[in-house]
């Protein structure tokens, strides 16, 4: 099985050692009747769609706004197969902009749909009034292109043009997705006087990758107020790389993973420095410089130290008792109070004064509001910029805000440090959404300090309690204890908010299975969010005079299927969690019956480090079971090589939690 390849380089350095130089180009064929019969693909008989070819090219040139801007090609070509590869025509098309002097325009669309009529090809183009914009934020537009005529069968063929002034980044490529690619090409093109960073991740092997140089001159105009523009030419070398990968399968999503944006073949572009003949300057920011900007935007930090009168009126009543029991009153008051509307984004799109006012903002907003808050009583608080699971991971090394989507608040009172996330109802002082475990954060603080929010750090301890004695001929009675974990008890608090409480029981009701009944139920600390609840039931289990009972001793509770299907994987598993789940049970054998099959008992390790653990205890003396079932996994994170073991740990578990007692009527 093969590991990820994830690198942070300069421009010039190779990505991978492997890759072949060839010199095969691909050529967009005129599309002919035998093209469109076709149903099926080898790369995957069973997709949807193909891309039959993707093929980009960004280059940079000098502009008339007194700099340089860079362009970006592409031409794609999908064959839709079934009505499930629909998606693939529609097209969302970031562009951004800020002013006149910074923006990105598309250009030159063109796109046909191509379908077999009659035994003829039929054209059918997209038009202007088939593009449509959707305005996302004030500095964000995406355009949406949808071609016509599409159907089973049919070829899209689209090609565009992006002008960008972002030279900071450059257009991103991506060589692998859900849909199969027979070939994915990408050409960029660097002129020596700006330098590069390549970041590239991905288990996809290039089929090509090769560079050439040469030299070429570029021109700027640069605008005057009065007068034509002045021209300037500059003669510079220019690196050409090239980029393929064919025939790559769709990606396809496994439990246990993150984002698939960390899997899927992909590579990025930022900026690092300025070279001859410009003036030398590195662009590659600190840690600390990049907070520091941060803390200077007027949309992230440099409100939260203002005096901040207009939250006088709530802060006196929060502001009592020791510095903790202020933090916690505090939290507690923006969590219950404001609502959090956009789950992800790092920056202000209202002012702090606007959201406490109006009670509502995004994750951002609702932090921001916290720590201003927090400040306010004379609490040491400070942003915390995280990227989450779904969103992906950050790179450590470069701190390119892109990567993260998230704001989270850190406080420290007396050398103890909590995270809080106030956008999250139900959720307790100090604890966090597992999506929030993702690893490397930074604190927006003078030092940037770091902050390392591990799955593995997260252990999930769950206890569950069955106990059926006092039988008779009618059955047995006895009672159901559990407390699940903190991240489980979350969720079931949201569920019964949103659902109502006796749709818990009728959860237990359906796991338990058919033949156990539940009587008189309640639940402990359904308010109380910084605790996990406590389920109790009554139950009866009714006996019904069989001559032979089967019963299952871990009564719903136990693994029932092994979450990894898959007899190999390329990446690794990315559990939310640590698993530690303990399961007692005690059963009174009525009178009038003998056992005839108990399971066997059994300890067994994961690995040799003892990274978990499974242990199944039962016997049976003087008419009573007991069992005492153990589940282990001491952290969350497992590479693709102890992908085989773990699987297999697994499907013992489950296997031993399928195994029945048996009792038979004496004769």
């Known amino acids: 099985m093969r590991s990820i390849f994830l690198s942070l380089f300069l421009a010039g350095t190779a990505i991978l050692a492997n890759a072949q130089n060839k010199s095969e180009v691909y050529k967009f064929e005129k599309i002919t009747p035998e093209m469109l019969q076709r149903r099926t693909y080898a790369l995957d008989s069973g997709a949807n769609a193909v891309i039959l070819a993707d093929v980009g090219q960004t ?27 629909y998606d693939e025509a529609t097209f969302s098309i970031p562009l951004y902009h800020q002013s006149s002097d910074l923006e990105e325009r598309l250009e030159n669309i063109k796109a046909t749909s191509y379908n077999l ?47 960008s002034d972002y030279l900071y980044t450059l257009q991103p490529w991506d060589f692998q997705g859900s849909t199969p690619r027979l070939w994915s090409e990408y050409v960029l093109q660097v002129p020596s006087f700006l330098e590069y960073l390549f970041i590239y991740k991905g288990y996809i092997p290039f089929y090509i990758s090769e560079k050439s140089d040469r030299v070429t001159q570029f021109t700027v105009l640069q605008p005057k107020d009065f007068g034509p523009a002045d021209r ?12 393929v990968t064919r025939e790559v399968p769709g990606f396809r999503p496994e439990a246990f993973l993150s984002a698939p944006s960390n899997y899927l073949s992909h590579i990025d572009f930022q900026l690092a420095a300025y070279r001859e003949p410009l003036n030398y300057r590195n662009l590659v920011p600190t840690w600390p410089q990049q907070a520091q900007t941060l803390l200077k935007d007027e949309n992230f930090g440099q409100k939260l130290d203002n005096n901040n009168g207009y939250l006088s009126e709530v802060m006196g009543e929060l502001m009592r008792g020791s510095k903790l029991e202020q ?60 990227s989450t699971r779904s969103h992906g991971t950050v790179f450590t090394t470069y701190p390119m805000l892109t990567r993260f989507n998230y704001i989270l608040a850190t406080v420290n009172i007396d050398g103890k440090t909590w995270h809080l996330d106030a956008s999250k109802p139900r959720m307790g002082f100090g604890r966090l959404h597992p999506d929030c475990y993702n690893g490397m954060g930074r604190v927006v603080n003078n030092e940037a300090s ?54 818990l029981f009728a959860d237990l009701q359906k796991s338990l299975g058919q033949q156990i009944m539940l009587g008189k139920t ?49 990446y690794p598993v990315e559990m939310p969690h640590a698993i530690d789940e303990t399961f007692n049970m005690t059963l009174y054998v009525p009178d009038g019956y003998v056992l005839d099959e108990l399971p066997k008992s059994t300890r067994m390790k994961l690995n040799e480090q003892n990274e978990g653990s499974f242990e199944y205890l039962i016997s049976h003396s003087e008419g009573v079971i007991s069992l005492r079932s153990r589940l282990r996994v001491g952290k969350a994170t497992f590479t ?28």
């Open 232 to 243: 300037h030419q500059l003669t510079a070398g220019v690196t050409t790389y090239r980029w």
């Open 640 to 667: 693709a090589q102890e992908y085989e073991v773990l699987r297999e740990f697994f499907s013992q578990v489950v296997a031993k939690h399928k195994e029945q007692i048996v009792l038979k009527k004496k004769k």
């Open 522 to 570: 309640s639940v402990d600390s359904l308010s109380q969010f910084d605790f996990p609840l406590g389920i109790r039931a009554e139950l009866t289990m009714p006996l019904n005079d069989e001559d032979i009972v089967y019963i299952s001793p871990m009564f719903g509770e136990g693994m029932q299927e092994n979450p990894l299907k898959s007899p190999e994987r390329l």
């Open 117 to 163: 009529e009659n035994g003829k090809v039929v054209e059918t183009k997209l038009t202007k009034d088939q593009i449509f914009t959707e305005k996302k934020n004030r500095n964000l537009d995406i355009k949406k292109i949808t071609l016509p005529a599409v159907k089973e069968g049919t070829i899209i063929d689209i090609e565009y043009r992006i002008t």
């Open 59 to 85: 280059e940079i040139e000098g502009n008339a706004k007194g700099w340089f801007n860079f362009i970006f090609r592409r031409h794609r070509r999908v064959h839709i197969l079934s009505k499930g590869g």
């Open 450 to 503: 770091p902050v390392y929010l591990i799955a593995d750090s997260l252990r999930e301890k769950k206890q569950t309690v069955v106990f059926l004695g006092s039988p008779d001929k009618k059955g047995w009675t006895g009672s159901f204890q559990q407390t699940p974990g903190y991240i489980e008890s979350y969720r079931m608090r949201r569920y019964a908010a949103e659902k109502g409480t006796a749709t």
């Open 327 to 386: 933090a916690i009153s505090i939290y507690r008051f923006v969590r219950d109070n404001v609502t959090c509307t956009q789950q992800e984004g790092i920056y202000l799109q209202n002012p702090v004064k606007d959201v406490f006012k109006s009670r509502k903002g995004s994750v951002a907003e609702v932090n921001l509001l916290l720590i201003t808050m927090l400040r306010y009583a004379g609490i040491e608080a400070d942003p915390v910029m995280i």
